[in-house]
């Protein structure tokens, strides 16, 4: 935990376009099934082990052109494995990019900036972006005037939220407008209390998965 649980201001987010889908590809590769050797079934590895076994047994105890099938057996364990894992990573990867080739990073996720308070997630801007402001995901938020325009998050109105190794994502609804929210955990070199972000969030939704269904339809 940070010495200090809250920012005193703003932390720039300065997420840039290969994070923002590098952030994307880890969501959607945590939702999809693992393609990791621990994805493997018991009965799987039972019946990988008994293939292997006969088919050492097999090279040990025949000769001659007959042996040819047992190594057929051990090159099949071998590609199966080689499908299982890496085959998958590279569909999962492949479905990924067909899915969000055409979407770009919001202009607004260039000039925002981050702060955590306990009544909620701060988002700032420099107040010459008016039209960021107008942003579907900013309707609905009371806006503070300044230098930077800032709307505020009520952690309460967070619906569902999730987590990989380098971001925390939400989804929010706020006065009838849906949004979500990429914080990446490099932030926390620059003193953005990461910790304090995922315990209020584990506080409204004890339970990480990002559930869409969750918010209600628009108006």
Known sequence: MALYPYTLQPVALNLT???FHQAQYELFASASPSFGLSSFKTKEWIIMAVVVVLAIAGLIFVTGYSTIIFWLMLVGVVIYLLARTLGFKWYVKREFDKQVADQEMPDEMRQMKLGVQKHGLVMAMPSNQPDMMKNS???GMQMRAGATQQAVIPWTSIKSWDETD???FMM??????QGSQIVPKRLQAQKFPIDTVR????EVV???GLNPENLQPPA
Not at 172 to 177: D, I, N, V, Y
Not at 199 to 202: A, N, R, Y
């Open 172 to 177: 929010f609804e706020l006065k009838g407008q």
């Open 199 to 202: 315990q209020h969030l584990q």
């Open 17 to 19: 376009e290969a994070e």
């Open 166 to 168: 380098d971001y925390i």
């Open 206 to 208: 004890p339970v990480k």
């Open 137 to 139: 995901q900013m309707r």
